[in-house]
């Protein structure tokens, strides 16, 4: 099985950076997926981590320990169409069936 | 334009009366899945599939049916429509190759009164 746990809301001005938390508890891993979802429109694929370590992708980065069942995505530089539910998923006990968190609302202040 | 789409994209109906939310993508991916999103729970898995007739239960697929006939097309069946199927229901597709990216169709707010 599976549970993914990540903070309901986080506010951060322009400019910053904001640092979004997700645990997950599984007994099998295949890797853990980031996703963006700005209100009323559908969620859009951000980052995919399978190995340990940072990956970087423009003002995104994406963090991934197996061995804490932990992952971060990190905004640098933030703008104020970051404002957006940051989604963390992974899939569970068998390829294709996933388990997505509540979503972290992030709100980016002037 | 690489795309899914879901029709109808809002409906409202009673209790009791069947309906379909089609699914369709034309990036001739082999995954497909329902979503429905809820306040405060976020995305839940209703079905998905592998491929051409081969599909499986999410988290959540009571009082919904689903069938994957062609590759392009991925329906949803509500038999029964209940007021607790109130929800907005996304659709997605995967090649489950590279980084697995699954693309989300515009989403289908219902209401089932």
């Known amino acids: 099985g599976q549970n993914i746990d990540q903070p309901t809301e986080m506010t951060a001005t322009e400019g910053a950076i904001v640092q979004i938390n997700c645990t997950y508890q599984?007994?099998?891993?295949?890797?853990l997926f980031w996703y963006q979802q700005h209100a009323g429109e559908a969620p859009t694929f951000l980052s995919y981590n399978v190995l340990d370590g940072l990956e970087e992708k423009g003002r995104f980065s994406s963090f991934l320990s197996r061995s804490k069942g932990y992952s971060y995505l990190l905004l640098k530089e933030l703008q104020m169409k970051d404002s957006a539910s940051y989604l963390c998923?992974?899939?569970?006990?068998?390829?294709?069936?996933?388990?997505f968190g509540a979503g972290t609302q992030v709100v980016v202040t002037p | 334009e690489a795309q899914v789409t879901q029709n109808p994209r809002y409906l409202i109906t009673v209790t009791g009366k069947k309906l379909t939310v089609t699914c369709s993508q034309n990036m001739n991916h082999e995954y497909m899945s329902w979503y429905r999103q809820d306040p405060g729970l976020g995305l839940r898995q209703i079905y998905y599939s592998m491929n051409v007739e081969v599909t499986d239960k999410g988290d959540v697929p009571e009082g919904y049916k689903v069938s994957r006939k062609e590759k392009r097309n991925f329906p949803l069946i509500l038999e029964s429509p209940s007021p607790n199927q109130t929800s907005l229901y996304f659709c997605?597709?995967?090649?489950?190759?590279?980084?697995?990216?699954?693309?989300f169709g515009p989403g289908t707010r219902l209401t089932v009164l």
């Open positions: 599984t007994s099998g891993f295949n890797g």
């Open positions: 998923a992974a899939p569970t006990d068998s390829w294709g069936k996933f388990q």
């Open positions: 997605a597709s995967s090649d489950m190759e590279e980084n697995n990216e699954q693309f």
